[in-house]
Each structure stands twice: as structure tokens, then as C-alpha cells.
């Protein structure tokens, strides 16, 4: 990793000098990575420290000469920031190359089926084994697990502290003997989730993040980034292609994804889906229809307030410390109002899926998509109890005092 990225860049030439339309796509992510732009506003030498309009600025340059984005998903989202807040200089470089280049692909090892909203009741066990850990237990709803070399992994590694205190994170090892990863099917027909059993799986005591059994205060980092990540902190060039060595993506040409829809799903909004959904109500006249048009300015007003807020934040105005989760809570909303215009648009051919058919299927599956943004990073109503308790001091919810009982008295969900 080069130290030499600085905030300033001749964007088109840049694209002029390397995008290729021929090379592999791990040589395109390769240029990018190498020169900050992957993530460009993250920090110098892993981005270049940009501002928001400038990382738009690539964005639109990449979009207008189809050059593919950069290597999304959970590893860039999640696992880049995490390592960069709470890893060691050994664990970052470590990882956090690799995924800016795109060569590991990462998913989260959070949920479990007794703890999704209540996370920390989570009970996947870690055991001290000399300078290994050894993993037991059972996540779900794991995106894009079954294409991952590496798992973002919250587990319990002290029972007899309170609830918050014994839970340690990891980066944790996909590729082991032990690991049973098998795909959920969802009502978008794709599986892009998991189920995921880790039996007497390993992972190496060195690929500890932050202190033993402080894994929540690090939790706590990724949440956040995650649901302002939804709310729409993330600004990247769409890419088809999914990171790591598992996909098979890397070895093909960059340029061979022409219209392919990423195989994680479509149900990305803003403005972007915005312009698509104009074009489409132009081209089949439903532009003239007044009420659909006003509320195509409702979402464009959505829209533009959430870009507005979110760069308030990144700024270091916040006002409040719970704009993240209010930033997804305002993407759960985009979500329904991008559903029901779109499907005013298509009418009958709302109906129809694939390819073939009007907006080449995608708000199609976004209508059959939309009810998941208001579960994954957090509920809606997780998100209203956090503003409420953390943003507004409201009281907490009554029950057991988690601050001093021991996880191993506390009643358990079965
Ligand atoms: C598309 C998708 C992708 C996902 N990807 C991942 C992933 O990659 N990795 C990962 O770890 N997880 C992932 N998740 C899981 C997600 O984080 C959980 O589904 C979510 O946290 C809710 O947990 P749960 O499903 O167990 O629901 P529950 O916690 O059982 O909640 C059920 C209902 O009860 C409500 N509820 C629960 N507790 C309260 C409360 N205290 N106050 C008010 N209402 C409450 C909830 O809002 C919800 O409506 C994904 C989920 C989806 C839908």
C-alpha cells in the first residue's frame, strides 16, 4: 500500500490511464485499491481523505464511462472501518489491503436465531485453545457467507460476565473444515443469505479486534457504521462483481458485466434509482400523471434531505449522536415510497420478473425486496429505542439489570 495518496487527482485522467475495459477485474481493483480510490474517503494511505462531493465526483466519472465500481459488500461496508477503528497495525494491514483490492471477500457473523435484535444474548462460544480459539455455535441471515473468505465474528468468550462484557470479536477464517454454510432462499427467488454452523472451528488469537471479552464496544463501531452505511453514507460506483476468491469474479475481464445485476440484489436506493424511475416514466408516459409526479419530488425531497444529513454528520456537526440510526430509519421509508412509485410506473407490469420484462426486472425485485430494509442493521423499532433511549435519555425498557448479572444466570432465548 502506497503512502503517497493525497486529496489531489486529475479524476478523468486518471480513469484515462486505467480503466480498461480488458484487463481482470483484479488488476481494475488492484489500480484502484493502490491508488486510494476504492474507498476514497477513508484516511491516507488506505483512501485519500476525500470529501463526500469528491468521492460523487468518481462516481459519476466511473458511471458516464461504465467502468465497474469498486469491490462492495461487507468487507468494504463493515470490516474496513472496524479494522481501521479497533485492529492492530499488524491485523489492518493485514486485512484491510486485501479488501480494498478486492481479493477477500467478508460477511458478518452477528445474528443468531435467539439473537437478532437482542444481539448481545448472542451464544456462539469461544474457547482459549494456546493461540487458537475454538468456535462453536450458529449465525443467520449471513450475507454473501457462502462467497466470503473471511467472517466479521461476535462470540462469547466469558459466560460468567454480565451480558455486554464477555463477548469477544474476531476476524474469523471462512475456508476451515468445520464451516457448514448453507444458503437461504428468499421470496426475491435469489439466496443471497446463510445460514452458518461453525463446529469446532479455529481462529487465531492474534485475530482479535480490540481487548478480550470488550467485543461489544467494538460491535458497536461496526452497528453504527452499518446503519449509516444503509442510510446512504456509502458512496460507490455500482459493480456486478463480487470480491474475494470464492466468487470466481476476479479472473474475469473488468468490463464483461455490461448490464449483469449484482448477484447480492437490487434493492439499492436513491438518487441514482431516482433518475432510472424518471426516465422509465417518461418513456411510457406516466410522467404526465400530476400525483405520480409530486411523488417523484417527495422522493427526490427524501433524498436529498438524507445526502444533507448524512454529510451534517461526516462533517462533525452532529447534533445529536443518533443520526445513523436516524439516516436508516429515513432508508426504510425511501424503500416503501421507492416501491409503491415504482410500481405506479410499471402498472400491470409491475406483475412481471426477469430481465425481459419493464426496468429490466430490478424494481420488481426491489417491491419484493423492501420489506428488508427495515429488518437487516437493526429494526425500525430497534432503531426508535436507541434514539429514544440513547438520543433523547428516554427510560430504559424494565428487565433484568444486564450492567451486573452474570450472561450464565440470566434466562436465555430458546
Ligand atoms: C436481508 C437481510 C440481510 C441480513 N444480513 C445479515 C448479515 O449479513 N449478518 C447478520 O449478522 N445479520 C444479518 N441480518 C439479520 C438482521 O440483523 C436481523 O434480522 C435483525 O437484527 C432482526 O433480528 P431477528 O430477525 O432475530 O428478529 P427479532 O429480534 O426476533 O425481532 C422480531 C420483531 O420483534 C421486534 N422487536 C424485537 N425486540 C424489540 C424491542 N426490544 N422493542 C421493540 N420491538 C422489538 C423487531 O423489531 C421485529 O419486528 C439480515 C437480515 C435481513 C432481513
Redesign the pocket.
Given at each position: 500500500m502506497t503512502d503517497t495518496n493525497t486529496g489531489e487527482l486529475d479524476i478523468d485522467s486518471w480513469l484515462d490511464e486505467n480503466w480498461d475495459p480488458e484487463i481482470t477485474v483484479a488488476e481494475w481493483w488492484g489500480r484502484m485499491g493502490k491508488a486510494g480510490l476504492s474507498n476514497p474517503t477513508l484516511p491516507a494511505p488506505y483512501g485519500r481523505g476525500w470529501s463526500r462531493a469528491q468521492a460523487g465526483a468518481l462516481v459519476d466519472a466511473m458511471v458516464a464511462r461504465g467502468a465497474l465500481g469498486p469491490p462492495a459488500g461487507?468487507g468494504m461496508m463493515l470490516a474496513a472501518p472496524t479494522l481501521l477503528a479497533h485492529g492492530s497495525p499488524e491485523l489492518i494491514e493485514e486485512f484491510v489491503p486485501k479488501i480494498l483490492n478486492g481479493q477477500h471477500g467478508w460477511?458478518?457473523?452477528?445474528?443468531e436465531?435467539?439473537?437478532?435484535?437482542?444481539?448481545a444474548g448472542l451464544q456462539t462460544k469461544a474457547i482459549r485453545d494456546g493461540d487458537e480459539w475454538i468456535i462453536n455455535g450458529q449465525?443467520?441471515?449471513?450475507?454473501?457467507?457462502q462467497w466470503a473468505d473471511y467472517g466479521i465474528l461476535i462470540a462469547r468468550t466469558d459466560p460468567d460476565l454480565p451480558k455486554h462484557r464477555g463477548i469477544s470479536y474476531f476476524a474469523f477464517p471462512m475456508m476451515q473444515d468445520g464451516v457448514d454454510i448453507r444458503p437461504l432462499r428468499?421470496m426475491t427467488g435469489r439466496a443471497?443469505?446463510n445460514e452458518v454452523f461453525m463446529d469446532d472451528c479455529r481462529v487465531p488469537a492474534t485475530s482479535l479486534l480490540g481487548d478480550l471479552n470488550d467485543g461489544w464496544r467494538v460491535t458497536n463501531t461496526t452497528l453504527m457504521v452499518e446503519r449509516s452505511s444503509i442510510g446512504g453514507e456509502t458512496i460507490a460506483a455500482p459493480s456486478a462483481a463480487i470480491a474475494g476468491t470464492v466468487s470466481g469474479h476476479l479472473d474475469r475481464k473488468a468490463g464483461s458485466f455490461g448490464d449483469e445485476p449484482h448477484a447480492m440484489g437490487g434493492g439499492m436506493v436513491g438518487a441514482g434509482r431516482l433518475k432510472s424511475m424518471i426516465k422509465l416514466a417518461k418513456e411510457n408516459g406516466t410522467i404526465n400523471n400530476p400525483v405520480l409526479r409530486q411523488d417523484l419530488m417527495r422522493l427526490h425531497t427524501m433524498i436529498s434531505i438524507s445526502d444533507w444529513h448524512i454529510g451534517r454528520m461526516k462533517s462533525g456537526n452532529a447534533a445529536t449522536g443518533s443520526e445513523g440510526n436516524m439516516a436508516k430509519l429515513r432508508n426504510s421509508d425511501m424503500t416503501r415510497l421507492t416501491r409503491e412509485v415504482g410500481c405506479s410506473i410499471l402498472g400491470p407490469g409491475a406483475t412481471l420478473s426477469g430481465p425481459d420484462s419493464p426496468s429490466r426486472g430490478e424494481l420488481q425485485e426491489l417491491t419484493v425486496?423492501s420489506?428488508?430494509p427495515s429488518?437487516?442493521?437493526?429494526?425500525?423499532?430497534?432503531q426508535?429505542?436507541i434514539i429514544g433511549e440513547r438520543g433523547l435519555g428516554l427510560a430504559k425498557?424494565p428487565g433484568p439489570d444486564n450492567r451486573t448479572t452474570p450472561f450464565s444466570d440470566l434466562a436465555k432465548n430458546v
Open positions: 461487507i460477511c458478518q457473523l452477528f445474528s436465531p435467539v439473537a437478532g435484535s437482542d444481539l449465525k443467520v441471515w449471513t450475507s454473501g457467507g428468499e443471497m443469505f425486496f420489506p428488508a429488518i437487516y442493521g437493526g429494526t425500525d423499532q430497534v426508535r429505542n425498557e
